[in-house]
């Protein structure tokens, strides 16, 4: 394999890995979490250049749908923040009855 095919396959495996992530994320309430990202053993590649050009489009278009994942776990996370907040409240109450409105 020649230096411009391993450049290549490099940053196919690369850019795989992140698809396969956000794959993930985006459909993570019907997918188990039990196993790590393949992203969080990333560290930066080691490829010997820059991304070829015809990857330049597809990564933009990554970057972006990752934005809008991150978007999305942020509100996921506030939104947990506040039922765990209304559990916790209910929990510590005085031992009476607690009913908790999950509609409202």
């Known amino acids: 394999m020649g230096d411009h095919?391993?450049?290549h396959e490099s940053w196919r495996v690369i850019i795989e890995d992140l698809e396969t992530d956000l794959a993930r994320l985006q459909s993570a309430p019907h997918v188990p979490m039990?196993?790590?990202m393949l992203s969080a053993r990333w560290s930066p590649p080691a490829v010997a250049g820059p991304l070829p050009d015809e990857y330049a489009i597809h990564?933009?278009?990554l970057i972006a749908r990752q934005r809008d994942a991150v978007t999305r776990l942020e509100e996921?996370?506030?939104?947990?923040?506040e039922h765990l907040s209304a559990v916790r409240a209910a929990a510590s109450s005085t031992g009476e009855a607690v009913y908790l409105d999950v509609e409202g």
């Open 5 to 7: 095919e391993a450049l």
């Open 34 to 36: 039990d196993e790590p």
């Open 59 to 61: 990564v933009r278009d």
């Open 76 to 81: 996921a996370r506030r939104v947990t923040g």
